[in-house]
């Protein structure tokens, strides 16, 4: 298996707050892997220092062998156009309709012709169930589980080999959230992207992740699969899965 993200003794501090104490963690290219712990444990914070947007971090992330403290602004734009990214609040650009969301991203990193980035736009659009008639729609007129659709077909935009989502189901009530985490393994069958995910739902969790990682009190205590972890002899990992087991039962 070939490693896309590696992220080495990597520690976070806040001001006096430390929020990750020299962690590791290794992301293979085609998993769909998992970063999972309590509220404020950190998750988005990592998400959002493997996407560039934090860098207040000490040790190295590399993304598909870049070093990303380490990139030149070249560098910066070429390897973005690898992923997408679903936010976890505000997913989408509340100003504009479903359409412009999407194709704002096409526009900044793409030099395709206008109606071909129309058509790339709606294209998405279907891709995610939604209907074509959504795109002239704005955010605000959406239901949350159709905000999200739309996030991710924004997310979808440039073909990404890399898809970052942070917690894709909150929010949504149990049917929304089942029929997301089915139209995240049905795009992954497809086209077979990278995907990390933050979550804290249990269905999510042992029916789409292949792999993720445990962060509590500022360590990665475990680090591999669902089956691996209820195997594992730490009782951190034990308590982290016991609302989980019983919520799956
Ligand atoms: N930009 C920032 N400046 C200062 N502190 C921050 C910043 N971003 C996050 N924090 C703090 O870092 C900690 C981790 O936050 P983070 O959002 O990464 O947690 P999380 O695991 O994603 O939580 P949740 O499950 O609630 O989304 C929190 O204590 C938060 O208050
Ligand atoms: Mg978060």
């Given at each position: 298996?070939?490693?896309?993200i590696?992220v080495?003794?990597l ?9 990750h104490?020299?962690i590791?963690i290794?992301i293979?290219?085609?998993?769909i892997y998992g970063i999972l712990g309590a509220?404020?444990s950190g998750k988005s914070t990592l998400l959002r220092e493997m ?37 976890q ?75 970052f989502l942070d917690e894709p ?26 995907v990390v995910m933050v979550t804290h739902?249990?269905?999510t969790i042992?029916?789409?992740l292949?792999r993720f990682c445990i962060l509590i009190?500022?360590?990665v205590?475990f680090e ?26």
């Amino acid at each position: 298996m070939k490693e896309i993200i590696k992220v080495r003794n990597l520690t976070t501090k806040f001001g006096k707050k430390i929020i990750h104490d020299n962690i590791d963690i290794t992301i293979y290219e085609g998993e769909i892997y998992g970063i999972l712990g309590a509220s404020g444990s950190g998750k988005s914070t990592l998400l959002r220092e493997m996407i560039l947007l934090e860098d207040r971090f000490k040790g190295t992330i590399e993304i598909m062998g870049k070093n990303v403290k380490k990139l030149s602004l070249k560098e910066e734009i070429e390897l973005k156009k690898n992923w997408g990214v679903l936010f976890q609040f505000g997913a989408l650009f509340s100003s504009l309709t479903v359409l412009e969301n999407i194709s704002v991203v096409l526009e900044e990193y793409t030099k395709l012709p206008d109606e071909f980035i129309e058509k790339t736009a709606f294209s998405k659009i279907k891709l995610v169930g939604l209907n074509e008639d959504v795109a002239y729609q704005m955010p605000k007129s959406l239901s949350g589980g159709m905000v999200k659709r739309a996030a991710l077909a924004r997310a979808l935009a440039l073909d990404p080999k890399l898809l970052f989502l942070d917690e894709p189901t909150s929010g949504l009530d149990p049917v929304s959230a089942r029929a997301f985490d089915s139209l995240i393994k049905e795009l992954h069958s497809f086209f077979k992207p990278t995907v990390v995910m933050v979550t804290h739902d249990p269905q999510t969790i042992v029916n789409v992740l292949d792999r993720f990682c445990i962060l509590i009190d500022k360590k990665v205590v475990f680090e591999g699969t669902f089956k691996e972890a209820v195997n594992s002899k730490n009782e951190k990992v034990q308590k982290f899965l016991k609302p989980i087991l019983m919520e799956i039962e």
